[in-house]
């Protein structure tokens, strides 16, 4: 049976990615003693909360509980806007609107369940359908080869497009900072190595620095991480996702920057990508089952980045999947090498919903993880739902996000966006070793 903290207890929140910081902000908002530890400084270079951008949609297929509370983010991303403007500070979510384009004729079962379910929740109006290739060619005309290539029907969300994922992790760190949240930081002494545990309750926990520490409930947000620090029964698994990123000469950063985020008919193809940002990166990634990396003792995956290992890039099986897809979608990038390649870590849940919970087996132990590659446009509002767990308060997103029987074998999205049909790969084996520099270069170049 859970006991939810009383008022003022200390709360230690281990991680500062988008949970941890998102419920470090809200519960410090309550007046509770918060204390963060991380591994590393904020923002953390290997989090998955940590890059250029990330994609912020309302379009949720069938998941409708996720859809609304991207509607009740969005409200919290421009104030947190206004408040960077005021300081001199570029936004962090830019609304270019999410562009959702389909191979074929006729939507996915994605894209008609979104438009289905957007609508009912009277938000039709930032539905604009360009339902023939003529329409998406003089809306978006840099589309053209792909639609000259099949994809034939798309619609824009006017509401959606992307946050700048790392400068919105620092401005609720500074948030945090401002409203009494104490950090402590670092590899050993912000290193959560431990639970202190007596008789199955849970005093507080021990960082790698050996340091005790001891509060009235402890928040594990550890990100892909949080599997290997505890037993969760095969419930969280680390996925490793392909992200790459180019460098567009002149004419083609003209023609991208003002671009929507797109996604090529992705719960079928897993891509999507961001317009080019003020630096003229333009990154494109992938939605799939992704590769694991099992520890020997146990076989539990733990993230591998290139913190430790430098010279990572992506498997080459990611390389050859992300070339075949752009060289249709968007056949200039044959020309291009691949400036930037990273292998970034989700926290899998199997059916693609968020675990959030007391853990059953600790008391004053709430799990805050199972990203499932989705929760960075839930930053500014999902530790209210968070702290509404912690407090023992049940709602649609506690009943959601709770501790379910496990079910190792078949991992799910819980919006119909990515298309699994195997298991994920070891990275670092076979078809999954990591790509040379020399196979990032561009094909057509190479062969030239
Ligand atoms: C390739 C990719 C693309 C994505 N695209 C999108 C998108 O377009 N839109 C979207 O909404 N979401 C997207 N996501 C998902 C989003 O990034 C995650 O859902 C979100 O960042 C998860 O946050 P987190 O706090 O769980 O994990 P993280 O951000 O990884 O934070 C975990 C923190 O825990 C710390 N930590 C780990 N171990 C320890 C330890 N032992 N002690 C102390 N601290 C520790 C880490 O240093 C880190 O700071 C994407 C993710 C990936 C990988």
Not at 163 to 180: A, F, M
Not at 200 to 227: E, F, Q, Y
Not at 371 to 382: E, L, R, V
Request: net charge neutral.
């Amino acid at each position: 049976m859970y006991t939810p903290p009383v008022a003022g207890s200390k709360i230690i929140v281990v991680g500062a990615g988008t949970f941890g910081l998102s419920t470090a902000y809200a519960l410090a908002l309550k007046k509770y003693n918060v204390w963060v530890y991380d591994r590393n400084t904020v923002p953390s270079a290997d989090a998955s909360s940590t890059d250029i951008n990330k994609c912020v949609r309302m379009d949720y297929g069938g998941d409708t509980l996720s859809m609304q509370l991207m509607m009740e983010a969005y409200p919290h991303w421009h104030q947190w806007n206004k408040e960077r403007a005021e300081m001199g500070l570029s936004p962090v979510f830019h609304q270019t609107g999410c562009l959702l384009l389909c191979k074929g004729d006729s939507y996915s079962d994605y894209e008609r369940s979104s438009i289905k379910h957007i609508r009912e929740a009277g938000y039709g109006h930032t539905i604009q359908e360009l339902p023939t290739p003529e329409s998406i060619i003089e809306r978006f005309p840099q589309f053209k080869d792909a639609v000259d290539n099949g994809y034939k029907v798309a619609y824009l969300n006017t509401e959606g497009g992307w946050c700048n994922s790392s400068e919105t992790i620092k401005h609720l760190y500074q948030k945090c900072v401002d409203n009494g949240v104490q950090f402590i930081i670092g590899s050993d002494k912000g290193a959560f190595e431990q639970l202190l545990v007596e008789d199955d309750v849970v005093r507080g926990i021990r960082t790698r620095d050996k340091v005790k520490h001891i509060a009235d409930h402890v928040v594990l947000a550890a990100g892909p991480w949080t599997a290997s620090l505890l037993d969760f029964g095969g419930r969280l698994q680390a996925t490793g996702q392909a992200v790459i990123q180019f460098s567009p000469p002149p004419e083609f950063i003209e023609k991208f920057k003002d671009s929507p985020v797109w996604g090529g008919d992705i719960s079928r193809t897993g891509f999507y990508g961001f317009p080019i940002n003020a630096e003229g990166k333009m990154k494109i990634a992938s939605h799939s089952v992704g590769y694991v990396s099992p520890r020997s003792a146990d076989n539990v995956s733990v993230p591998r980045t290139q913190v430790t290992y430098q010279d990572d890039t992506i498997p080459v099986k990611a390389l050859d999947n992300f070339r075949k897809f752009l060289g249709e979608f968007m056949p200039e990038t044959d020309n291009w090498d691949i400036s930037y390649s990273r292998v970034c870590w989700y926290s899998d849940t199997t059916d693609g919903k968020f675990l959030v919970a007391p853990h059953p087996d600790y008391k004053n132990l709430v799990i805050a993880s199972g990203d499932s590659g989705h929760a960075m446009k839930f930053t500014p509002n999902i530790g209210f739902k968070i702290t509404q767990v912690i407090e023992g308060i049940e709602t649609d997103y506690s009943r959601a996000w709770s501790w379910k029987e496990s079910n190792n074998d078949v991992l799910t999205s819980s919006d119909g966006t990515r298309n699994i049909t195997s298991k994920p790969l070891t990275l670092g084996v076979g078809e999954a070793r990591m790509a040379s520099k020399v196979e990032l270069k561009a094909p057509k170049k190479k062969s030239s």
